[in-house]
Structures are given as structure tokens and as C-alpha cells.
């Protein structure tokens, strides 16, 4: 009997497949034997891994990152390993590799693309590869060595992100045929990545062609156009993708650079077929690679197949990389102009500029809305940016005030976030997931799909499902019963009485000092200096407003604190006191609920110093 069948088992023909199994038997084969995997070459192939040299950096081959065991899904069967070697039109058959003929009623190809290979002369040479797979990102990342140099070849968001990875584990050279990420940047974000790349050790060339490598059978080094040569052991070739197009070229369908279709993913050459992913060729511009316009094809195809009509356009393209554990280069924009049936999102607007420190944006608003983006920022701030982006929601002022000075966002926390892009799965999805399947972050996945894809909203997944080291659990309770026992001495600590053998000494006199009315409103300084950093630098990405409000009562309370001397009495200081303690133990609820690791610096601080403050009000000033 005919069922549908797809050929590839990446992001477009899982996601085809999963759809089409809903209502039908359907049928997928795929080459690779450990397939279903997000093998598509983009930068988030790298995603799961860590930008510390001290850290392992290969991956396992059960990071959560890859797509994972097949679901039980009715009616889906999974032939892995298994390559279709031809396509009888005719007769409406596939054959496989094994000789084995499948028969379709409507078939799906979502071939994917291959690494390009330049014409350079001595590519082939042992020590020079292509990166694609996770397979072979793990066979690189066995071989770096810190005494051989690694060159890498291209000048995208792949080369840049590996770059950045590699660059504390080795010596690494960038060399970019023109200039480093010229079709996503204006050129001066893309100097400001090139900088931020030089700082971390990668020295780049840029207008740099390499001309041929060098060695008769191991690569030793690279000559470039100028003559320059270059010593290298281990070159990492990262010029793009090449769609595949041998299977559909045989069987009679139109390709080009990729496989030819129409508006509605189905060839001009077979009703009965349709090409999706990076392997299809549509008749508008296209950025391979880019997994939500992978997606939003399949998606077309899968209305047309049904005869539906065709989704929405998704929210633009947005394109990201890391280049450190805390720093995202992010890229965003309107469609190209005939992806739309409308005519393209104009990108006309008012201009933004701003550069603070490492901090570079570079954005374009209209009625105070952000329409297109370039920015180099830490990781919340690129999130914060993104979110202003995709809801299309007018900034507030102190929006427009944190964009404009500071190329700084201040959280916000809408009813039921989009946390994975990719898939379109917000909040309220997952937590009726982890409800349904408990904390197990695979099965999460496996339920929603979410983080299958880019891999960027891991982090997020992890932390909802509450799975965490356990280095980082014990790290978090030590630290939250750390801060309560101490709000908890400083509560229960009695008046210190004056002993009179000490009565005539100099430390009696240091003690009388301290109780000064003088040192009495410096310490209400140095408190009022302690809440405004824990109500400025915030342990979490989202905003507690409990923490703000006990920290802004205890603002009103400082002019009365610091002016009232010694006549303010004591019930002020004991009030004062409690709510003190009461900022404190927010403090430590905050260390409780979100991870250790991730809170600033700067919150651990402030934490301290608010609770010196404290301790100096209870022994020195409460007992007056």
C-alpha cells in the first residue's frame, strides 16, 4: 500500500514526518544510521558546548542538544541507515540501497546539504576537514592540541563561533576570503566581532584567500594569495553548504542550485513530490541554514499536501552565535521581499548606534519598535533584545533610555514567553509537559520538540524541569543555609554589654568611636549604598518584585535613618533592623531559587556588604 514517504531524517523531514503521522502511515528513510539527528551545518551545532578550557569540550553522544530517541509516534516507521539510491516516477517507487522498493502516494525530499569543499589545491591532504555532523565535530575536538596551531577557513557564523570555541584550548587563525561576516554585519559590528575574537587569543585575517596547503601527505601549512604562508597542522574548512541534488537530478526533477519548486514546496516536474529543507530551491531568496525557514517550508508543504492553505510567514529571520560562554552575537531582520505575499517589511526607520565597553548594537526603530538589529551583547541582554524584537511591542522609556545610553534592556516577564523559537513552544507548554512527564528534561523535549533544533533555549528547559549538577545543588543550599544561619546569628544576637576591666582602655575608646553619631549616619550611607546595589544587579534573568519592593521601603527609611541622630529612637533602628534582615533573606531566597553559578558578582557583593551594615547596626547602634 502507498503512504507517504520522506527521504532525510534532519530538522525538515522530522518535522514533516511527525506532522504527517498524525493523520497517516508514513514512512522515512535516512542514510545516516544513527539518525534522527539536527545535522544541518549552522552555528548551533556547537551549542552544548562549553567556552571554558578548563571543561571537556566533546560531546557525548547523549548531549541533549541532538534531537534525540524517535518518540512513539502511530504510524511512524524510521529506517535508519537505509539510503535511497533511486526514484522510479514512474511506477511511484523508492528503491534503497538494499534493493528494497518503497511505494509513495506523496513524496518528501528533505535531502539537506553537504559541506563545501573549495577548489583549493591540496583540500584532500590528512589533517584537513569539513564540519557538518556532530560526528566530526567530535573527531576535531579529540585532536586539538595546544602545540599544533588550528586554521580555520571561512569567514560565516560556523567559522567565527568555532573560533571563539578553540581559541582557549589552541592556537587558532581565522582567514576570511573577503570580509568576516559580510552577509550578516555592516562593517563596523563586524570589526567590533573581529576585536572581540583578537581579545580571546583568534588572530584573524580578513581579504585573505588561501591559495593552496601545503604537504605531500599531511597538511603542514597554508599559502595565501599575498604570499604570506602560514604553519598549521589541522585546518577546519567552514565555506558552506551545497545543497543535494544527485537523487532528484537522476529521477528527471528540475534543480538548479537546489531543487527547483514552487510557492508551494512541490516540483514543477512531479505534482506528487515536494523538496523541503536546505536541499530545495524556492522562488524567492533564501538562507539556508537558518532552521525556523526550514521549518516554515515543511510547513508549506505539508498545507499544500493537505490542501490547506499556506501558513504565515514566521516573525522574520534571526540569525546567532556565541562567542563566549556570555556573550551572543545576534542578527535579526524582515523577510527577503518574496517570501511574504505581501510586499517585504520596510526597513526604514529611525537608526541606533551605540557602543558601551564590549557592548555594540547597531538597530533599527519605528514608532519605537525595534525592526531589525545587529548586536554583540552579553546573553541576557541579547535574549531581552530578541524578545523586544519578536513580539512587536512598542518600547517602554526606560526601554528607549537603557537602548539608547547603556545598550541595556531591563527584564520583562510576559504571561507565557516563547522559549524555544524553533518549534513555536512557550512556557505554558512546558510546564504542562513536565506536569505530564515529570523533570526528565528528554522527555520534555520528546513531548514538545523543544530545543531539538538551535539548542538555545536548553538552559531554560534545564531550568524549569529543575535538573541540575549536583555540584550545583550543593553549591545552592550551601549557599542559601549559609546566608540564613547568618540573618539568623544576627537576629538572635544580644546587646554587648562593656566590661569594665575594658572601660579605661583604648578599646573602649575605638568602641565609643563607633557609636559616634557621625559613624552612626556613615553606616546608614553604607546601607543605603548596599540596597541599591542588591536592587540594581539582580540574581536572576527576571525581575523579583517582592526583593525590589523591600529593598525601595527601606530607600523612604534612610533620609529619617541618616537625619534623625540619635533622637530618631529606637523603635526607627529596630524597624530598620528587621527590614534589613528582611532584604537579606530575600537575598538568600534568591541564591535559593535560581543557580549559583549564573548570579553576578556583583549580587554576592552586596549581599555581603548588607549584611556587614547589619551587623554593625545591631552591636553598635541598636543598644542606644
Known sequence: MATPIVIGAGPAGMHLARRLARHEEVLVLDADPDSPQATEARPQLLAPLSFDPSHSARVSPGTPTNPGPLPPTTGLRLLSGRRAVRIDRNDHRVIDETGQAHGYSRLFLAL??????????????????????RRQLNILLDALDHREPLLIVGGGLLAVELAALAAGRTSVTLIARRRLLRRYLSPDIGASVVRHLEIRGVRVLEQAPPHRLLGRHRVTGVVLADGRSLTTRRV?????????TRLAGEAGL????????????????????????????????????????VLYLADLALAAAAGEPPPPPPEGLLRECRLGDDTRLVVAGPHPPSVSTSSAT??????????????????????????????????????????????????????????????????????????CRCAGVRHSALRAAIAEHGSDPAMIRQATRAGDYCGNCLDEIAGLAGRRPWRSRLMRWSMAVTTLLLVGVLGALPVWPVPDSVLPTHVFTAYRLMTDAIVRELSGYLLLLAILLTLVIRGGPRRYWWHGLLGGSALLLMPLHALGGL???????????????????????????????????????????????????????YQY
Do not use: K
Open 112 to 133: 539537506g546539504a553537504s559541506p563545501r569543499w573549495p577548489t583549493l589545491l591540496g583540500s584532500r591532504l590528512t589533517g584537513v576537514q569539513t564540519l557538518y555532523t
Open 236 to 244: 577546519v574548512l567552514a565555506c558552506g553548504i551545497t545543497p543535494n
Open 254 to 293: 528540475a534543480t538548479d542550485e537546489g531543487i527547483l519548486v514552487n510557492a508551494d514546496m512541490r516540483s514543477p516536474s512531479d505534482p506528487r513530490i515536494f523538496a523541503v529543507g536546505d536541499c530545495a530551491q524556492p522562488p524567492w531568496p533564501s538562507m539556508r541554514g537558518n532552521i525556523v525557514q
Open 346 to 419: 520596510p526597513t526604514e526607520g529611525e537608526a541606533l548606534t551605540v557602543r558601551r565597553g564590549t557592548r555594540v548594537l547597531r538597530a533599527t526603530l519605528q514608532q519605537q519598535r525595534i525592526v531589525a538589529f545587529e548586536a554583540l551583547l552579553p546573553s541576557p541582554q541579547a535574549r531581552r533584545l530578541t524578545e523586544r524584537w519578536s513580539d512587536h511591542g512598542a518600547l517602554s522609556r526606560t526601554d528607549m533610555v537603557g537602548l539608547r545610553w547603556l545598550a541595556w534592556l531591563p527584564p520583562r516577564r510576559p504571561s507565557d514567553p516563547l522559549v
Open 567 to 621: 533622637s530618631s529612637g529606637a523603635g526607627l533602628n529596630a524597624g530598620l533592623v528587621a527590614l534589613m534582615l528582611l532584604v537579606v533573606l530575600s537575598g538568600a531566597l534568591v541564591m535559593l531559587h535560581r543557580r549559583p553559578l549564573l548570579l553576578r558578582l556583583g549580587h554576592r557583593v552586596a549581599t555581603l556588604l548588607l549584611l556587614v551594615a547589619t551587623l554593625l547596626h545591631l552591636v553598635f547602634i
